[in-house]
């Protein structure tokens, strides 16, 4: 096989997958079709993509579109392969962050691709971040459709809301902050969180960042290291029971989490209460 799809995280409505291809210019080039609202960023290699809406080379940076029911065909003329981060939405899932931009917006692609830069020149790193850690690929799965179709739109993504609006965002978004912290150890998705406050995923990480300066994971992954300090610092519970509680599933991951954030491991944090902690090497400081 030329094509090898590693599945990264899904949830309701989405998917998402490293799709590493290795095929070349004697390779022939089959017509396949898309199931779905697809997105890709291409992290590696070149090749061209054509579908109804036109035919492009897409190298590091560019961004394939697909319409749910259009076929295309991908080709390898002058190349050998190329490594790509895709998305499959749900038709009602663009709909629904759509529906949060401001004026009418054409739902379906009119062309086949976004050439590198087009969508910002942090797309590349942040891609390469959550393939590294994909607890994080929800959150990036609903602002790149997002941006994509605010791009797609011709507008440049910064979305201006009513006062009343602005308001009523805020009040879910602190409701949702005093929730979370009594329920950090649910293994909670952003899809979740969304429901729980009537806003669409895309629409409540970009409201949710604006007020806290953080994401949803990001603040319960806060309140579960603030938790087990606390439980470190004042008890005797092994590291293992005090992780599991916390929420983390491999005490490995509750280990590399809490030397990053605090500077010194949590065997070595017990040994010494009361005694600030050195922040770890390009930590940066947050407050809930």
Not at 119 to 124: A, R, T, V
Not at 161 to 167: D, K, P, T
Not at 182 to 208: D, G, I, K, W
Not at 265 to 282: I, N, V
Request: glycine fraction near 10%; include cysteine.
């Amino acid at each position: 096989m030329t094509l090898i799809a590693q599945p990264l995280g899904s949830g309701p409505g989405w998917s998402s997958a490293m799709m590493t291809c290795s095929a070349g210019p004697t390779d022939p080039r089959f017509e396949e079709q898309h199931a779905g609202v697809s997105i890709a960023v291409v992290l590696e290699g070149s090749f061209g993509y054509r579908n109804r809406c036109g035919m492009s080379i897409l190298v590091p940076g560019a961004i394939l579109l697909g319409n749910p029911g259009d076929c295309y065909e991908c080709g390898h003329q002058h190349s050998r392969g190329d490594r790509c981060l895709a998305f499959h939405f749900e038709p009602a899932v663009q709909e629904a962050v759509v529906a949060a931009l401001p004026g009418a917006r054409p739902l379906r692609f009119k062309q086949a691709a976004f050439a590198p830069r087009q969508c910002g020149p942090g797309l590349l790193p942040h891609a390469d971040q959550v393939v590294e850690n994909p607890q994080q690929i929800e959150a990036f799965a609903f602002q790149l459709l997002e941006t994509v179709m605010s791009r797609h739109a011709g507008c440049s993504g910064l979305v201006s809301a009513s006062n009343a609006a602005r308001a009523r965002n805020t009040r879910c978004v602190q409701e949702l902050v005093h929730w979370l912290m009594s329920n950090y150890q649910q293994p909670l998705s952003l899809t979740t969180l969304a429901q729980h406050v009537a806003l669409s995923p895309a629409h409540l990480l970009r409201e949710f960042k604006r007020i806290t300066g953080t994401t949803p994971h990001q603040f319960m992954l806060a309140q579960r290291m603030r938790q087990a300090a606390q439980r470190l610092r004042d008890g005797d519970e092994s590291v293992l029971q005090i992780a599991l509680d916390a929420g983390f599933g491999d005490i490995s991951e509750f280990n590399r989490r809490f030397r990053r954030e605090l500077g010194t491991t949590p065997s070595g944090f017990r040994m010494s209460p009361g005694q600030p902690c050195k922040p770890a090497a390009g930590a940066v400081a947050t407050s809930t």
